[in-house]
């Protein structure tokens, strides 16, 4: 039996630690994810955060989030907006993680392996909106997530990624801002959750 100290609450969610006993089987039993899906990352404390400020203007949306990871980004926006959520990464042993997060939080999970530079216009036109928390931490991924944004922003979709605020990230946020507009703006979640970095929000 897992002791609360295993787990957070947070944003009317259910987080397990990574010491958390079903977390440990994972690993056991499926390996350590590679691309820094090994944990759930503070950056997204900053996406729900906003979202719960600025949230989809359409009632059921469809929802990309890529680089998920534990997924959390997703699942919130499916338990609190209804929405119908694609949870994306390169790396597929993130979803059983993801898968159960979601069913501890009582929504249901879709995922999809790609890597975001893959993504075309045509799948976006899918969504109403991409999401994403920490995904932008290599200066080698500044270029193909900006050109992911572009495709997005030709697509109609809203954009919404949030960071500690790395440089690879700030250089791809500023040129994004520069070319097609919106927020970009520092954020904070105060105590208990101790997040800040900021937040690119595209129309």
Request: charged share 30%; aromatic share 10%.
């Amino acid at each position: 039996m897992s002791k609360k100290t295993d787990q957070r609450e947070a944003f009317g969610l259910t987080i397990l630690k990574n010491g958390h006993p079903d977390v440990k089987k994972l690993r056991s039993d499926t390996g350590m994810p590679s691309i820094h899906g090994n944990k759930f990352w503070k950056a997204t404390y900053l996406l729900i955060d906003y979202l719960n400020e600025f949230p989809p203007s359409k009632k059921k949306p469809k929802i990309l989030e890529i680089g998920c990871g534990w997924g959390l980004g997703g699942i919130y926006c499916a338990k609190n907006f209804n929405a119908k959520v694609t949870s994306l990464d390169a790396d597929e042993k993130v979803f059983p993680y993801l898968d159960l997060h979601a069913k501890l939080n009582g929504v249901k999970s879709k995922t999809w392996k790609n890597r975001y530079e893959k993504i075309r216009v045509e799948d976006l036109q899918e969504f109403d909106m991409m999401i994403a928390a920490d995904v932008c931490f290599w200066d080698e991924m500044t270029k193909p997530l900006f050109n992911l944004v572009k495709r997005a922003h030709k697509a109609g979709v809203r954009t919404v990624m949030t960071d500690p605020g790395r440089p690879p990230f700030r250089d791809m946020a500023e040129k994004s801002i520069e070319k097609f507009g919106g927020a970009y703006v520092d954020w904070t979640v105060p105590h208990p959750h101790n997040a800040s970095g900021i937040v690119l929000d595209i129309e």
